[in-house]
């Protein structure tokens, strides 16, 4: 464990900096999501910029690319102060970004999506020659085979980054802005990727580039910059840190979520849920899920860590029936789920609470009362009509237990804040009387006290003998809460650890190792083993 | 949000927004009531029994239409086949009454009594409305693409049943059993036309059905999110199915009781009801997006159409100028709506 001794202020070697942020700090109603943050962008190098969720990566980059504005602090680029107020004017001094989720018209071809918005005009009409051989000579550039006509529909999630890069380098880029590029794609298509980065580099294109798979930073970084909880934490040039020190930087925190009482759990040994082998084929090739195992056992809080990508939400999809192309068995309280058809999987008393509320999880025509009703309606039919008193019975008794603040059951869901939605949501799941409760991030998008709160009701819900699985990818919460942590890594278990055992360290390892034996030096077989749960005390 | 009013200057404007809401909620009322009022004042025929009874004889064609038509809409799809079921339906009962139903193989003609008659033409709009969801459930076909398939399908086929004929004369022979089909058109109890008691009928079940099931409320569910529905446990495509077969039934009913009042079935019956029906749910508040609108709503913006069609004529409005008002008054129907959307924001914002 080597320890660099990286400087709390960046010495600036001005001609070697293309683009400088200097103390900046930007301020949201209720939080401070950048406190005097300094970052160098070096010209011609992979620039990278690590930290935990929430510690203001993405703050900083939309800041960068004239997304956002910044409270306060200044941006130098070429040592001359700039101003970027929106995207366009920080495009044409030469930022641009990829953003993680890839803004491309799939219905047009590549051209198209190269030059939209900026179309190269012949008296007022788009002159396709034009266009695609100026495209045609960028993918030449990047040594890509592709044909300019191609629809971007057609394109792998690889080839389509291409064409955002492609995009940018038409802009003349000198800085491009990456946001966890690699997230999506295959192993081929990352080292494809890493080819383009370093042609850019040589070409020299600044690099910033942002992702959690510590090992593939430390592969391609130059610089690596940490931010931890808004603030700056370290800079240093890759070559001299690794692994151990930038975990360290990422979480040397003080601030903790309240624990869970580990002693008072009386844990039955009863087993609700067994995974067997549960494996789901990734479009294409390759796998999204690879043989994951587990046990879930009455009144336990298993929590499933992992990056982006690592197929957490995948594995509750699959424990839903969302995928039908999964194989491998699935044993809800002693009854294998074989194709059942999500109905029966909330009947038989598995529910899931989905990451995204807005999408998956409201209806937002309905009020507060028809969502917390919606996935239980049967238990209030009267002959074939919904009881209103029983339905109102229902609810109300849920908007007490879970303190939702309410005006009225029947106002519009869209007026409750996050926090409030996402207990909304939880309330629907609970009135369809699980026995298994699926959580995907289930404080994601809320504030600090109805986190806390979200966590409470977790909690009793053990206690009163409920199986719980959530996953999260915040490391303060997989430590505090759960009985088992189970790391999940490209699809792979790569990790378990009882609470007592865990640490932060072992879990970002685990998360960004390829396979456990990486990790742990234990054969796969070895792993079903490793996987039943100790008693804990 | 960044109003920087005093607290009680805030709240009368919240109360004002509060009532502003409640007004537009009620527009389609609102502007039944004044239409009624405009054609009163101006010709003395309209507000009497006899002619409201007639009003709301012809609006009962379209509403029972209408409130299939709500099903679907609410689902966020939409049935553009309606017309043509009508048509085939008012075929059918005619050539079931003319003819009989022929079977070749036992070579003889079975002739139904009426109330089977009935049934049986129900029966052939639900089929109707089965294909509909299936090509939309099963093959993914959009729902405006699909009905329009069977627009043109259901269309040729009630011009086939007599090639291109009409069935005239539809009282039914006494020596066959099937007399009396005439009475769904022109017959009346306790004084008012079998036709209104349908459309009340079926207004009521919708209600019913609509805000007082399961089955309702999935249908706005599905309508509103369907991801998330489906995720709750809805079976989101058995209930689209579900919705496409109420909304062919509904058009069955409108062409039996068509046919029934002209005595006779001719194979353009209904064409452009369709039209008709989804102006009757969207004047009725119910958003074309889904998730969003009521059975009430519909049966009132049906009636705004036909008080606007009846005083229209009995003022003597050319057919032309009636159109162009019809259409104008559909489009302020829709535009309120963006209105009352924002306003709700407004209000939703401001209590915060």
């Known amino acids: 464990m080597s320890s660099p001794s990286p400087s709390t202020q960046p010495d600036i070697l001005q001609n070697d900096v293309i683009l400088a942020a200097e103390s900046i700090t930007k301020v949201f109603p209720g939080t401070t999501a950048l406190d005097g943050v300094y970052f160098n962008v070096y010209r011609g190098k992979v620039n990278v910029l690590v930290g935990e969720n929430g510690a203001g990566k993405s703050t900083l980059m939309k800041i960068l690319a004239g997304v956002e504005l910044p409270t306060s602090g200044r941006l130098l680029m070429d040592g001359h102060e700039v101003t970027f107020r929106n995207t366009r004017e920080a495009s044409k001094a030469g930022v641009g970004i990829i953003y993680q989720e890839l803004n491309l018209f799939p219905n047009l071809n590549i051209a198209e999506n190269i030059f939209a918005g900026r179309e190269i005009t012949r008296i007022d009409v788009v002159d396709h020659g034009a266009q695609e051989k100026l495209a045609r000579k960028i993918l030449d550039r990047l040594e890509q085979p592709l044909s300019p006509r191609m629809l971007v529909s057609d394109l792998r999630m690889g080839q389509q980054q291409i064409v955002e890069i492609a995009k940018a380098l038409s802009q003349n880029v000198r800085v491009l802005i990456m946001d966890e590029p690699t997230s999506a794609l295959t192993a081929a298509e990352t080292e494809a990727l890493f080819q383009i980065i370093a042609d850019l580099k040589a070409h020299g294109v600044a690099i910033v580039y942002i992702s959690h798979k510590l090992e593939e930073l430390l592969r391609i970084g130059d610089h690596i910059t940490v931010l931890r909880d808004g603030k700056f934490a370290a800079e240093a040039p890759a070559a001299d840190v690794d692994i151990t020190w930038i975990i360290e930087k990422m979480v040397g925190r003080t601030v903790r979520t309240p624990s869970r009482a580990h002693g008072a759990v009386k844990h039955s040994g009863k087993e609700l849920l067994r995974v067997q082998d549960l494996t789901l084929p990734r479009e294409g090739k390759g796998f999204t899920l690879r043989r994951v195992s587990f046990s879930l056992y009455e009144g336990e809080i298993l929590a499933i860590y992992g990056l982006m990508g690592a197929g957490r939400t995948e594995l509750f999809e699959c424990l839903m029936g969302l995928h039908t192309e999964a194989t491998g068995e699935i044993t809800l309280a002693g009854k294998v789920l074989r194709h059942a058809p999500i109905f029966d999987r909330i009947a038989s008393g598995i529910t899931l609470v989905p990451e995204d509320r807005q999408r998956l999880g409201l209806v937002q025509q309905l009020s507060v009362a028809q969502n917390i009703a919606l996935a239980s309606l049967r238990h209030y039919l009267r002959s074939f009509w919904i009881s209103d008193r029983e339905e109102h019975d229902a609810v109300t008794r849920m908007i007490k237990e879970l303190a939702i603040k309410v005006r009225s059951p029947q106002q519009p869901i869209t007026s409750l804040s996050g926090g409030n939605q996402q207990k909304v949501v939880v309330a629907k799941s609970l009135l369809t009387r699980p026995k298994v409760l699926l959580l995907d991030e289930p404080t994601r998008g809320i504030d600090v006290g109805a986190k806390a709160e979200i966590f409470q009701i977790i909690n009793r819900l053990a206690n009163e003998g409920l199986g719980i699985l959530f996953v999260s990818s915040e490391l303060p919460e997989v430590l505090a809460i759960p009985d088992r942590i189970l790391v999940l890594s490209r699809g792979r278990v790569t990790g378990a650890f009882g609470h007592s055992e865990a640490t932060e360290e072992l879990l970002v390892r685990a998360s960004s190792a390829h396979r456990q034996t990486d990790l742990l030096g234990v054969e796969e077989t070895g792993i079903r083993d490793h996987l039943t749960p100790e008693m804990h005390n | ?352």
């Open chain 2, 1 to 352: 949000m960044t109003t920087a009013l005093s607290p009680s200057a805030e709240s009368a404007s919240v109360s004002r927004l509060t009532i502003g809401v409640f007004l537009f909620r009620l527009r389609a009322f609102i502007a039944l009531l004044i239409l009624m009022g405009i054609f009163t004042l101006l010709t003395r025929a309209f507000f009497t029994t006899e002619n409201l009874i007639i009003l709301v004889g012809q609006t009962a064609i379209n509403a029972i239409m209408a409130v299939g038509m709500t099903f679907v809409i609410l689902t966020g799809g939409i049935d553009l086949s309606v017309g043509s079921t009508v048509g085939l339906a008012a075929m059918v009962s005619g050539l079931l009454i003319d003819r009989g139903l022929e079977l070749p193989m036992f070579g003889i003609v079975v002739y139904f009594n009426v109330p089977a008659i009935i049934v049986l033409v129900l029966c052939l709009g639900i089929l109707v409305g089965a294909f509909n969801g299936l090509l939309v459930t099963r093959f993914n076909v959009a729902p405006f693409i699909a009905t329009l398939g069977t627009l043109y399908v259901a269309r040729g086929l009630a011009q086939l049943s007599n090639g291109g004929a009409t069935f005239p004369n539809l009282v039914g022979n006494p020596g066959l059993g099937n007399t009396g089909f005439p009475i769904l058109g022109a017959g009346t109890i306790l004084g008012i036309p079998i036709v209104i008691w349908i459309m009340i009928l079926f207004t009521a079940l919708g209600w019913f059905v609509a805000g007082k099931t399961p089955f309702g409320r999935q249908v706005y569910a599905v309508g509103g999110n369907e991801r998330a529905a489906e995720l709750s446990g809805i079976y989101v495509q058995r209930i689209k199915m579900v919705v496409y077969m109420i909304c062919g039934m509904c058009a069955a009913m409108t062409g039996l009781v068509t046919a029934s009042q002209l005595v006779a079935a001719h194979p353009a019956t209904g064409e452009s009801y369709e039209l008709n029906a989804i102006a009757a749910v969207v004047l009725g508040g119910t958003s074309l997006a889904g998730g969003r609108g009521t059975i009430w709503g519909t049966l009132i913006g049906a009636l705004v159409i036909g008080v606007l069609t009846n005083g229209l004529v009995l003022l003597g409005v050319q057919e032309f100028w009636k159109k162009v008002i019809t259409g104008l008054v559909i489009i302020l129907a829709v535009v309120l709506d963006q209105l009352q959307a924002r306003l709700q924001q407004r209000l939703a914002l401001k209590r915060g």
